[in-house]
T-cell receptor, first 114, second 109 residues
Framework: NAGVTQTPKFRVLKTGQSMTLLCAQD?????MYWYRQDPGMGLRLIHY???????AKGEVPDGYNVSRLKKQNFLLGLESAAPSQTSVYFC?????????????FGAGSRLTVL | GQNIDQPTEMTATEGAIVQINCTYQ??????LFWYQQHAGEAPTFLSY??LDGLEEKGRFSSFLSRSKGYSYLLLKELQMKDSASYLC??????????WGAGTKLIIKP
């Protein structure tokens, strides 16, 4: 059981380049999320999805787009990368366990924008 | 605004007990999570509290006081593998998760 898989694990971009981060989950979870994690800050929600074909903005959506064409996949796109988008990106999916929406995270994707 | 406060770093000795505190000010409250994150890895779920009191799970316990906006994670019989960051997160009135910056726990032999 792979859980949540993110690709790529590392990527270096030049300012202005575009790229897509792929997230796949095999747990049949409805909810999926993209977070970024920066030093000294809590995880910040970029976009999320409550089901196939739906997406919604989180706390810091600017400069990112997402798509959820299939239930198991959630893609995060950077349209024109900026140095401020240098971060570690985590994908997560969630299920309801004993009244709580517990997140299962992928291993993370470290992105550097030069 | 919404705010979650945790100490940035704590140090403890192998075999000892450590308490990691989390205080929160959020628009509403619908539960509090603790996650563990080893360096360079993904956060993993530890505990969830929605009612006041102590929840015990093996060597780890989590406490909640909603009236004080306060929680703590208690780790007993510390092991070297417990060296990690511990993240506190609160579910607000819109069922959004608000995350603290995390507490880095260093275990010394």
């Amino acid at each position: 059981n792979a859980g949540v898989t993110q690709t790529p694990k590392f990527r270096v971009l030049k300012t202005g380049q575009s790229m897509t981060l792929l997230c796949a989950q095999d747990m049949n979870h409805e909810y999926m999320y993209w977070y970024r994690q920066d030093p000294g800050m809590g995880l910040r929600l970029i976009h999320y999805s409550v089901g196939e074909g739906t997406t919604a903005k989180g706390e810091v959506p600017d400069g990112y787009n997402v798509s959820r064409l299939k239930k198991q996949n959630f893609l995060l796109g950077l349209e024109s990368a900026a140095p401020s988008q240098t971060s570690v990106y985590f994908c997560a999916s969630s299920s309801h366990v004993s009244g709580a929406n517990v997140l299962t995270f992928g291993a993370g994707s470290r992105l550097t924008v030069l | 605004g919404q705010n979650i406060d945790q100490p940035t770093e704590m140090t403890a000795t192998e075999g000892a007990i450590v308490q990691i505190n989390c205080t929160y000010q959020t628009s509403g409250f619908n539960g509090l999570f603790w996650y563990q994150q080893h360096a360079g890895e993904a956060p993993t779920f530890l505990s969830y509290n929605v009612l006041d009191g102590l929840e015990e799970k093996g060597r780890f316990s989590s406490f909640l006081s909603r009236s004080k906006g306060y929680s703590y994670l208690l780790l007993k019989e510390l092991q070297m593998k417990d060296s990690a960051s511990y993240l506190c997160a609160v579910v607000d009135s819109n069922y959004q998760l608000i995350w603290g910056a995390g507490t880095k726990l260093i275990i010394k032999p």
